[in-house]
């Protein structure tokens, strides 16, 4: 059974930093891409930021590109998202999702997804 546990999530002021954590098991990241996710009130669940299986690469939303920077370590099966420079506009519930498939404007999941961790961002 494949499941995705989100943390980090929390609080914090324009400008600061925060780093998301998703643990995952029931599955590996060489064999499937995994991602970041997030849905503010009132407006769709959009693709943040996706990666590869198959090599380094990655996708990135245009609104957090040189923001956030996603990494895994694959000894613990976790996915992180660190996120600078928060904006008000990041506030959103972040969730991870695996088996991603992304393109050069957009990344969606075919797979399962965690629980969600809510970021707050104030100004």
């Known amino acids: 059974e494949v499941q995705l546990v989100e943390s980090g999530g929390g609080l914090v002021q324009a400008g600061g930093s925060l780093r998301l954590s998703c643990a995952a098991s029931?599955?590996?990241?060489?064999?499937?891409?995994i991602g970041w996710f997030r849905q503010a009130p009132g407006k769709e669940r959009e693709g943040v930021s996706c990666?590869?299986?198959?090599?380094?690469?990655?996708y990135y939303a245009d609104s957090v590109k040189g923001r956030f920077t996603i990494s895994s370590d694959n000894a613990k099966n976790t996915v992180y998202l660190q996120m600078n420079s928060l904006k008000p506009e990041d506030t959103a519930v972040y969730y991870c999702?695996?088996?991603?498939?992304?393109?050069?404007?957009?990344?969606?999941?075919?797979?399962?997804w965690g629980q969600g961790t809510q970021v707050t961002v104030s100004s």
């Open positions: 999702a695996s088996q991603t498939y992304y393109s050069s404007s957009y990344c969606v999941s075919f797979g399962s």
């Open positions: 029931g599955f590996t990241f060489d064999d499937y891409g």
């Open positions: 990666m590869s299986s198959s090599d380094d690469s990655t």
